[in-house]
């Protein structure tokens, strides 16, 4: 059971505010099982090798959270927890060693927190049998196993780790998708692909029933379908009503950005804007237009926030004006011929909307007038603006980073020259590993830390094409205004 954290609150007013507690999903057994020929459609680029992305990879993602979020939960017992005897046990949700953080929370406790209770137990496995299409007599036989082990085996998919009953739901590490927090209400998605669906019946069922979010159920904002979806004949992906996490983001305690891209549907984004003008959440909807393609999947593919004044994003997908001097003719109708142009239009309840003509435009008004930075606002482009690697890096989330606290960011290290960037605008780099050594030794502080770019292990996590944005579901960040 998770124990109880009599000072959280859900409270997520920034992208950079100190991080205070996070939900997040280490990866399971079913991201070892993906196949080649189902990779695509469970959203993965190619198959991964589990034991690297969990020993070699994330684990350095949890320590590093620890560290920051609840050290006593590893200040001294590094060498414990890095110990080949015991079995990654600190990292295992099932074992009797597992850190179980009441600041950095793993989704597969919770769930199995609330499948202690029978009747949420009985509805769940009903629920998950069905959008799964199980048979009855295994629904019976599921609702009998022990709450520990269900929740193992709704999440990889497998009985006793072995024989695959339903598919895995591997994309559960991106644990941003799933739902966000605004202010002190929590909006749950409604995904685009089929492959991210049982993700979201868990995690809905986890914040109706868990005494974690008891305060806060009239503050959870689910998006209804339509009635014209339901009326329109054919399948087509235009007119569903879907939103996903990774378009959603908190960059002001009176703002929310939307993207509208290849996973959130503009009737989805609409749908959104109602529940929280209706609901006094927000003051401003910023819709973001960008290109409904693979590459760029959500907003936060694009771009993420480093600091009040600072921001990593991709610079090609600015439309601006060609320059007179280098411009070929061609140069100037590229942009107007082109249908996947972004578009930005913010909306106030009960004013004007209003438009921006570059993402630059509205991250800058972000920064100065939201955030009220003294300072100019900076961007730093992936790949530093140089053809390919600005596109190379951006596909392997060089523009998805994680703020721990203002400033103090995550990324992988396979983004040379976006890393080179950050080096150029004054940022300390380093790797996670020396970095957990020097807290470990006392010789530095994560408190004391300011502008820095922590280099993340990404061989393998990279693959499932999402960085560390992504992997992560903030609850509660400390306020930067
Ligand atoms: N917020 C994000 N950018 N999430 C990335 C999700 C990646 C995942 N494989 C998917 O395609 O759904």
């Known amino acids: 059971m998770t124990p109880h954290n009599p000072n959280f609150k859900l409270d997520v007013t920034s992208e950079i505010g100190t991080l205070r507690v996070l939900l997040v999903h280490s990866p399971d057994s079913g991201l070892g099982k993906v196949v080649p020929s189902k990779a695509q459609d469970w959203l993965f680029e190619d198959i991964v090798h589990l034991d690297t992305m969990r020993g070699g990879e994330y684990d350095h993602y949890i320590k590093l959270l620890m560290y920051f979020l609840d050290p006593t939960k590893i200040k001294g017992k590094l060498a414990e927890i890095n110990d080949p005897a015991n079995k990654r046990n600190f990292f295992k949700p099932d074992n009797a060693d597992f850190h179980n953080s009441t600041k950095v929370v793993e989704i597969q406790t919770l769930l199995s927190d609330i499948l202690q209770q029978a009747d949420i137990r009985k509805k769940l496995v009903a629920a998950v049998c069905a959008i799964e299409g199980v048979t009855y007599r295994l629904q019976l036989q599921l609702i009998d196993i022990n709450p520990v082990e269900l929740a193992k085996i709704f999440i990889s998919g497998s009985l006793n780790d072995e024989q695959m009953i339903f598919a895995p739901i591997p994309n559960m590490i991106f644990s941003r998708d799933i739902g966000i927090a605004i202010n002190n209400h929590m ?255 006392d010789e530095l502080d994560p408190q004391s830390m300011t502008d820095t770019l922590i280099l993340m292990p990404s061989a393998e996590l990279s693959r499932a094409r999402g960085g560390f944005h992504c992997m992560s579901m903030p609850l509660q960040r400390d306020s930067v205004i």
């Open 187 to 441: 909006l749950l998605n409604k995904p685009a692909k089929k492959a991210r669906a049982r993700e979201t019946l868990l995690v809905r069922y986890i914040f109706f029933n868990h005494p974690l979010f008891e305060g806060y159920r009239d503050n959870i904002l689910e998006i209804p379908d339509t009635v014209q979806h339901f009326l329109r004949p054919g399948e087509e992906q235009e007119s569903k009503t879907t939103l996903e996490g990774g378009d959603v983001m908190m960059v002001a305690p009176n703002h929310l950005l939307i993207g509208w891209s290849e996973r959130t549907s503009v009737s989805g984004a609409n749908e959104a804007i109602k529940l929280l003008f209706e609901n006094d959440v927000v003051e401003k909807v910023t819709i973001v237009k960008i290109p409904h393609k693979r590459d760029y999947m959500h907003i936060d593919t694009v771009f993420t926030q480093v600091k009040r004044n600072v921001w990593v994003l991709l610079r090609s997908l600015t439309p601006g004006e060609p320059s007179q001097e280098d411009a070929e003719p061609i140069a100037w109708f590229a942009d107007k011929k082109n249908k996947d142009k972004p578009e930005i239009v913010q909306f106030r309840k009960g004013k004007k909307p209003k438009t921006f003509s570059t993402l630059e435009a509205l991250l800058d008004n972000i920064s100065q007038k939201d955030l009220q930075s003294g300072e100019p606002t900076r961007f730093i482009y992936s790949g530093n603006n140089e053809f390919p690697y600005d596109a190379r890096e951006q596909w392997t989330d060089s523009c998805n980073l994680l703020a721990l606290k203002e400033g103090v960011v995550l990324g992988y290290d396979r983004n040379d020259k976006t890393v080179e960037a950050f080096k150029q605008s004054g940022f300390s780099i380093v790797k996670v590993q020396e970095l957990l050594q020097k807290f470990e030794t």
